[in-house]
């Protein structure tokens, strides 16, 4: 991995101006992702803030050929950008190498995207497929999706008097059913460590085949916490254990960051306010359950990663 | 030269996209375009084509591959029926609006519910507003010839519009028929070789596809769309003109057939349009001088070829084989009736709902509908406006 210095230097192809929100973690980790590559590459993108805060007409913060369809399709159509780039290449009108890279919230991924995707992987296409995951709908203005973890409070699983849980029930696990495709590289990454993230996206291109990572992305607005808090915010995720940072390169699971000190889960909850109500009295039982469902697959993942808890 | 050959409608469209040759083609099965992607897949196996063939696991994703490959600067089609192209529905817009010249065979099959496998046009014909060029054919030779010429009119650069080439599920895409085939060479010198003008795969001039496009520009690139579509008319006229030229066989956004001066004149699109010809020449042995006006071009709407051939005539029948529901009548009938409107002599136009989920037409219903013309001529009087052809009520 070259030095924090040396990155500093190299060219961003993801320029500023645009008009995501501050402290939005989608940039953050678009930049870091795009830093990681040497090869030319044509980026897709699901609707979503990322797109829409990005390529108001006629601007654009993409300085390399980038396409957006719609919603649910960020992967079959990257998928035939990729093919069509075999096929020319086959036919000698294409001598580059070139890598396909599309971004889809979690909305776009866990959700209306999900066949669309898994028929992409199935399919072998050699592209890497990014799910920045904010845990719910931030476009539409944060609502429940399959990816919001059991508690958070949403506008549509709001925490009120006869449900004081807010989301009842438990968060997708997506990176698992990615990894049932048997593709030659999964990861879950956080922002917050960048080194582990870039090596991943490295990695991920150079796999022969689909790749998939999947990124923590806070957001400042749904999650409720201050905008100067995203990378730290990206960290608690991952030291409380609520995010574990791992890969599968080519089925073999590898834990790539262990905290030093684990931090309860109840920090991560404190951090934000969609987790406020959980801190009632009348959730301790939720906060208990939470706290055992993340050590019971912490438990597995170790056991996957042929590690003793 | 040309080989003759007794092959399916599937037959033959798999057959004319192996001539064409794409770069990607993306498809799914649905009855009864399956044959299509079967044979298809048979030419792929057999390295008959250059084309990447991707499998999708749906139409949804089928068209949104094809925008994708053609997007990156690829020769893309795909093909499908009735739901598949129901699944598709909003990638189809998307594809029109990105000027993305993406060919597509639709194979006429009634939309559900309830689940129908067999032909009408409430598919294609509820893509109608989507930006979609549609080329409508009569018979298989009309599916071969239609599809070659769809791929020059799409990429023509006046116009960038995708082009669906429907034909009747069943009826054509199983029925065989004698069908003219021309050399590889010749089809592959008459569409030429695709110059992609924005290409995403083009890495040194990257491009944006498909940004957000608010108040401030969407309405200047609709009305872009407009023209384009306008500009398709005479592109789909100089094509069927440089197509005789190799073929033999003239294409024009309309066709006419029977008695030129005969004033009774029934309007259809697909394969109505044979059976038709067919009421047409019995009708003629009785002494009774009678007229087709085949719809080819659906989408642009060819309104002032329609309204010079009618001109003349005493009355007109328009055949739909979709119902447009709560609207005054069927689709084409609308378009036709509307054309018709400025024109200084008023004609009486009267519509023909038939076919839905595949009943079947034949000549005896059609020459009932010219009888009916007769009597119309004879009274002045319409009876009903609308007319459900071949149903129990």
Known sequence: MPSLKDLSKKEELFSSGHRLCPGCGAPIIVRQVLLAVDTPVVVGCATGCLEVGTTIYPFTAWKMPWIHNAFENAASTISGVEAAYRSLKRQGKIDKEIRFIAFGGDGGTYDIGIQSLSGALERGHRFLYICYDNEAYMNTGIQRSSASPRGASTTTSPAGKAIPEGKTEYRKDLTQIVAAHNIPYVAQASPGYYNDLMKKVQKALSANGPSFINILSPCPRGWRYPADQTIEIAKLAVLSGFWPLYEIENGKYRITYKPRKKKPLKDWLESQGRFRHLLKEENKKVVEELQKNIEEKEKKLLALAGENA | ?393
């Open chain 2, 1 to 393: 030269m040309e080989t003759i050959k007794a092959m399916t409608g599937d037959e033959v469209a798999a057959e004319t996209i192996r001539q064409i040759n794409p770069d990607v083609m993306a498809a799914y099965p649905i009855t009864p375009q399956t044959e299509i992607v079967q044979i298809f897949s048979e030419f792929v196996a057999n390295g008959l084509v250059d084309t990447e063939m991707v499998r999708v696991e749906s139409e949804h994703s089928a068209m949104s591959a094809c925008v994708g490959a053609a997007s990156a600067g690829a020769r893309a089609m795909t093909a499908t029926s009735a739901n598949g192209l129901a699944l598709m529905w909003e990638i189809v817009y998307i594809a029109a609006s990105l000027r993305l010249p993406i060919v597509m065979p639709v194979v006429n099959r009634a939309l559900s519910g309830p689940i129908n496998i067999h032909c009408d046009h409430s598919d294609s014909m509820g893509a109608r507003d989507s930006g979609w060029i549609q080329l409508y054919s009569e018979n298989c030779q009309e599916i071969y010839d239609n599809l070659i010429q769809a791929v020059r009119i799409a990429e023509d650069k006046s116009v960038l519009l995708p082009v669906m080439v429907t034909f009747d599920g069943f009826i054509i895409s199983h029925g065989t028929e004698r069908v003219k085939i021309l050399e590889d060479e010749q089809v592959r010198k008459f569409i030429g070789k695709y110059n992609p003008r924005y290409p995403l795969l083009d890495i040194d001039n990257p491009v944006t596809y498909g940004p957000l496009d608010l108040f401030d520009y969407y309405f200047e690139h609709k009305r872009q769309q407009v023209e384009a579509m306008k500009n398709a008319l005479d592109v789909i006229k100089k094509i069927g003109g440089e197509y005789a030229q190799l073929s033999g066989r003239s294409y024009d956004l309309i066709e006419e057939f029977g008695s030129p001066d005969a004033d009774l004149v029934v309007i259809a699109a697909g394969s109505t349009a044979g059976t038709v010809k067919g009421a047409i020449e019995e009708l003629k042995e009785e002494g009774i001088n009678a007229k087709l006006l085949k719809i080819r071009a659906f989408r642009p709407f060819p309104q002032d070829e329609i309204k010079q051939s009618l001109r003349k005539v005493a009355v007109v029948a328009v055949m739909d084989r979709s119902a447009s529901f709560g609207a005054v009548g069927g689709p084409i009938f609308l378009e036709v009736r509307s054309a018709l409107l400025d024109e200084e002599r008023r004609v009486p136009v009267v519509n023909y709902i038939y076919g839905l989920g595949g009943r079947n037409i034949g000549i005896e219903d059609i020459k009932k509908v010219f009888q009916d013309l007769i009597q119309i001529k004879k009274t002045g009087k319409v009876k009903n406006l609308v007319n459900y052809l071949g149903v129990r009520e």
